[in-house]
DNA sequence: TATTGTTATACTCTATAACTATA
DNA sequence: TATAGTTATAGAGTATAACAATA
């Protein structure tokens, strides 16, 4: 119990695992979830650029968008300029899913952060996020299918 | 950058790997360095009391131990009282890993908490305490070889 | 020549089930 | 009958390398 490393990682273990529980609810696996997300935010993108958003292997990329695609959530489009690439579209199911799916994430957090109070919550909001910036100085270009 | 929940898994992710990272320049992996820690601190213990303490299931704690003995760090001897188990001795040797791999372990954390303050380095692991004495209700029992 | 998506493959990590020798 | 250690095996999860179509 002595290091704050140690304490980080398994409450880190434990987060990532009760999240992906909920998630499975909805038939969502974490990078499903995960790719979901950016595409909701950023528009349609190649799956070279999804999986630079999301930390995703290119390969890895294949199989997330098919089973994104078999449960209707995305679709594969023609790229408008690219014949090599595809236009990754979310669908209006998508959208759905993304909603339920936000309903999900919020339980699991209060949940999770239930021994804390509402200050307490925010102060350790605010100490992770500072050290997630601080790991994290790579900038990443989105790479959009159409620009905004 | 929303919830919570992501950050920590995030950074729990994050410090694991780096953790990872400078106990691999001892030739020791997480599991490794888990088990050599309890064995420290409760004494010999048999390959099943080892891993209900790491949270090592007792097939992969073959390896772990076969490890550890490879490197010189630990060894098998015959439990007293019992022939179909083994006493988990750590060695000398094994104490100078554990006092190498406290210093590394100091110097990984010093870098991981830099961006944070005395003050919120203390205030963040009292956070995260909390959360994990919350998410573990079981208590282990040791089952020492020899009782102190 | 380089890049996109794809496939096949290998590698890591871990858990499950069966086996042996003891209890 | 149950348990400690072991082995073999299988299953996730992920990365690597090679390939076809296209840039």
């Known amino acids: 119990m002595k290091h704050t490393g140690f304490l980080l990682a398994r409450m880190g273990h434990v987060a990532a695992k ?3 529980g909920r998630m499975e609810e ?5 990078r499903m979830w995960g790719a979901l997300n950016v595409l909701d935010a950023e528009g349609a993108l190649t799956q070279q650029a999804l999986g630079k958003c999301t930390g995703i292997d290119p390969s890895s990329m294949v199989s997330t968008v098919d089973d994104l695609e078999a ?7 023609r790229h408008p300029s690219d014949r090599r690439a595809h236009a990754i579209h979310i669908t209006e199911q998508g959208r759905e899913a993304l909603s339920r799916g936000r309903q999900l994430a919020r339980g699991a957090q209060e ?14 909001h ?5 050290l997630v910036i601080a790991t994290k100085p790579k900038g990443v270009t989105t790479d959009q299918v159409h620009k905004k």
């Open 26 to 30: 909805l038939g969502l696996t974490t």
């Open 126 to 130: 605010e100490l992770l996020l500072r």
């Open 111 to 124: 949940d999770l952060l239930a021994p804390l109070s509402a200050q307490e919550r925010k102060q350790l």
């Open 18 to 20: 009760q999240f992906a």
């Open 71 to 77: 449960a209707g959530l995305v679709e594969r489009r």
